[in-house]
C-alpha cells in the first residue's frame, strides 16, 4: 500500500510498529539514526515518515524539515514523549501532518498512517485536464491526482497546505473558523492548534504569490475564506 520509513531509537517500538504496519500491508523500512533516516530520504521512495522527535544523534525536527522539503514533500507522522501542548503544537507548526505522544496503541498509529495516506491521495496522471478551474482559469486543482496548478506552474504542496486549499475551494466564498479547518483537514479535534492552522496559510500564501490574499483571504475574527470564484 505505502512505503513508511520508522525512525524511532527504541527496537522494541520499531519492531512492533513494524509488524502492525506490515500486517496493514504497508512496506516498512526501520531505522534508530537521524543521519541514516536522512539519507533514506534522499534516496526517495519513501511515502510516509513515522518520526520519533527524541532521536539520539540528529534532533528530530532536523528530519522532519527534510521530510516537509523533500520534492515532493514526504507526509510525517510524529511519535514523541513530548506530549505538552505547547510541544505538538510546534512540532504541528514545524510540519508534521500529525502528532502522537508516547505511551501509544499500534493500532491507532495505523490508523492515524491510514488517515494521513488518505489526505494525501494518489498522484495519478492527467495533467489537470479534469481540474476545476477558478479565476478565469488561473488556478486548477484536480482532487483525484492531488494536484494544482497557478499559471500553469505546477504548486508543490505539503499534505495539510493542498488539505487548506482543497476545503477552502470546495466552497467559495464560504468562511472558515480556524477549528472547522483543522476539522476538515485534519479529519479530527485537536485543542491548541486552531491558531497553528495560520502558519500553514502563511506557507500556502507563500506558493500562491502575488494574488495570494485574494485567493486565500482573512476574514477578521472569523477565519478564511476562498477569494475566487469557480470557472
Known amino acids: 500500500m505505502a512505503s513508511v520509513l520508522v525512525v524511532e531509537d527504541d527496537r522494541d517500538i520499531r ?16 531505522t534508530g539514526s537521524g543521519a ?15 518520526l520519533d522527535l527524541g532521536l539520539p544523534d540528529v534532533d528530530g525536527l532536523d528530519v522532519l524539515a527534510a521530510a516537509r522539503d523533500h520534492e515532493p514533500s514526504v ?10 501542548v505547547p510541544e505538538r503544537i510546534l512540532g504541528l507548526r514545524a510540519g508534521a501532518d500529525d502528532y502522537v505522544t508516547k505511551p501509544f496503541s499500534p493500532a491507532e498509529v495505523v490508523l492515524r ?12 496522471a492527467g495533467g489537470g485536464a479534469g481540474a476545476s478551474a477558478y479565476g478565469d482559469g488561473r488556478l486548477r486543482i484536480d482532487e483525484p491526482a492531488r494536484r494544482a496548478w497557478l499559471d500553469d506552474g505546477e504548486l ?3 499534505p495539510t497546505e493542498w488539505g487548506v486549499l482543497v ?4 466552497t467559495p466564498g464560504r468562511v472558515y473558523s480556524r477549528s472547522e479547518l483543522v476539522n476538515r483537514v485534519r479529519g479530527y479535534e485537536f485543542a491548541g492548534y ?14 500562491l504569490g502575488a494574488d495570494a490574499t485574494a485567493i486565500v483571504a482573512t476574514v477578521l475574527g472569523a477565519g478564511y475564506r476562498f477569494g475566487w470564484t469557480r470557472d
Open 194 to 207: 486552531e491558531r497553528s492552522i495560520d502558519s500553514h496559510v502563511k506557507n500556502l500564501r507563500r506558493k
Open 75 to 84: 507526509p510525517t507522522v510524529v511519535l514523541s514523549a513530548r506530549g505538552t
Open 113 to 124: 498512517v491510514a488517515a494521513v495516506l488518505a489526505r494525501v491521495g494518489g498522484a495519478g
Open 36 to 50: 541514516e533516516a536522512l539519507n533514506l530520504l534522499a534516496a526517495g521512495g519513501v511515502d510516509l515518515v513515522l
Open 15 to 30: 519492531e512492533l510498529l513494524r509488524r502492525y504496519l506490515e500486517r496493514d500491508g504497508h512496506g516498512v523500512l526501520t
Open 156 to 158: 508543490e504542496l505539503t
Open 167 to 170: 476545503t477552502l475551494a470546495g
